[in-house]
């Protein structure tokens, strides 16, 4: 079974930055894309970032990011650990959220526990 364990939440004024990091384990060889998502309070979950995990030399370290977040949030990936990141800057109060880590693996998506991240104005 595929474990994920987020940290690095926390609580920021706006303008501040904090970085995420979400620590895979068990069996990801299959797995291809490593993501974030957040939700807000009171919202569905969304999509936040991506970037490609597979083995491709093509594809490898292809990123993707919402429009909200361009910009000002930068996904990265350590292989060797097998752990990625979520650097977040310049964050506004509407980047208050629970933010999940996810990791897309042959057709079955896990999940980190979600990490609580609050920006005050």
């Known amino acids: 079974q595929v474990q994920l364990v987020e940290s690095g939440g926390g609580s920021v004024q706006a303008g501040g930055s904090l970085r995420l990091s979400c620590a895979a384990s068990?069996?990801?060889?299959?797995?291809?894309?490593r993501r974030w998502y957040r939700q807000p309070p009171g919202k569905e979950r969304e999509f936040v970032a991506s970037i490609a995990n597979s083995d491709t030399i093509d594809e490898f370290g292809r990123t993707a990011y919402v429009g909200s977040v361009k910009g000002r949030f930068i996904i990265s990936q350590d292989n060797a650990k097998n752990t990625w990141y979520l650097q977040m800057n310049s964050l506004k109060p509407e980047d208050t959220a629970v933010y999940y880590c996810?990791?897309?693996?042959?057709?079955?998506?896990?999940w980190g526990q979600g990490t609580q991240v609050t920006v005050s104005s």
């Open positions: 996810s990791f897309w693996c042959g057709g079955a998506q896990y």
């Open positions: 068990g069996p990801t060889s299959r797995c291809i894309e």
